[in-house]
């Protein structure tokens, strides 16, 4: 889904070159001299630290890249989580069980409907038949004057 993994062995080969072959304490050679040791007597040559900051930089390139690579495949496999749930969710609603379930609560909703309209008609052609106090009109109000209209204008 998102290509090939990095290698990772060659990548501690690229670590173990760029920090050089014995990154010992008390060893002062290559790139581990400023690691351990090393630190207690920094290097003085300018060019010697231009090379260490640019290989901790590609360091860090390199380590944002793949931080960028994981959070991607975490990212794919929760959208890939909720995806199957969702899915696995529609298939049990889809089973033969639910939908004679749902048939028969809708089965249950039509029947309760056309007896209450049933009832409804009933008492509608029955001479017992009263509109609700409810359904009152509502005295009008007197329509504003031209006089008034003009005042407030």
Do not use: C, H
């Amino acid at each position: 889904m998102f290509g090939a993994m990095p290698d990772f062995n060659q990548s501690l080969e690229m670590f173990k070159t760029m920090w050089g072959n014995s990154p010992t304490p008390g060893d002062a050679s290559g790139f581990g001299a400023g690691i351990g040791g090393g630190a207690a007597m920094p290097t003085l040559n300018i060019e010697e630290l231009d090379k260490r900051i640019q290989d901790l930089k590609s360091v860090e390139n390199w380590l944002q890249m793949n931080m960028n690579v994981l959070r991607s495949t975490i990212q794919g496999l929760e959208v890939q989580r909720a995806t199957l749930a969702a899915l696995k969710s529609f298939s049990e609603a889809m089973t033969p069980e639910a939908m004679a379930e749902a048939s028969k609560a809708a089965q249950k909703a039509a029947n309760q409907a056309t007896q209450a309209a049933t009832d409804m008609a009933k008492k509608m052609t029955s001479a017992s038949f009263s509109p609700s106090k409810s359904a009152k009109s509502r005295p009008r109000k007197a329509p504003a004057t031209k006089t008034r209209r003009a005042r407030g204008s």
